[in-house]
C-alpha cells in the first residue's frame, strides 16, 4: 500500500459510484426511478443488450469490484470519514483503518451501508471534492 495524504480514487469514478448508490437506494426504496432521464427507452434497451449489467444493483457491484485495492480502499475511508463527520486531518487514521479491514467483499460492505452516497459525498466534501457541475 503507498502512502496517500488524499484519496487517489479520481473524482469521475467518485460521482459515478454516488450517482449509481443514489439509483440503487431509489431501488431499495421500491420507488421508481424517474422516467425524464434523457435516455429513452430504446437507447436503454440498447444499453442494456450492448453487455451492460442488468440492474443498478449489478452496475454497482461490478464497478466497485473493478476498482483497483488502493482504489476500494480509498472508497471505504471516504464513507467511513464522511459518516463519522470526520476532518481531512484525520485522513491518515481512517485509511489506516480501512487497510486493515479490507477484503474482497467491499462491495457487499458498501452496498449494506444505508445512506452511502450522503456518506461518500461527505467525506470528498473533506477534501474539498464535490460532484455538483
Known amino acids: 500500500m503507498a502512502i496517500s ?11 459515478f459510484i454516488v450517482s449509481l ?5 431509489i431501488e431499495g426504496d421500491g420507488a ?8 429513452d427507452e430504446e437507447e436503454r434497451l440498447a444499453t442494456l443488450e450492448g453487455g ?3 440492474t443498478i444493483d449489478e452496475e454497482l457491484r461490478t464497478f466497485i469490484d473493478e476498482l483497483d485495492e488502493d482504489e476500494q480502499i ?5 464513507v467511513w470519514l464522511g459518516r463519522d463527520e470526520g476532518e481531512r486531518s484525520d485522513w491518515p487514521s481512517v485509511r489506516s483503518q480501512a487497510i486493515e479491514a ?4 467491499t462491495a457487499d460492505y458498501l452496498m449494506g451501508i444505508p445512506l452511502l452516497p450522503g456518506f461518500l459525498e461527505d467525506g470528498m466534501n473533506a477534501f474539498g471534492l464535490s460532484c455538483e457541475t
Open 5 to 15: 495524504f488524499g484519496p487517489a480514487i479520481s473524482l469521475d469514478k467518485l460521482c
Open 52 to 54: 451492460r449489467p442488468d
Open 21 to 25: 448508490a443514489r439509483e440503487f437506494e
Open 102 to 105: 479490507h477484503n474482497d467483499r
Open 74 to 78: 480509498d472508497l471505504v475511508a471516504l
Open 32 to 39: 421508481e426511478p424517474e422516467t425524464d432521464s434523457g435516455i
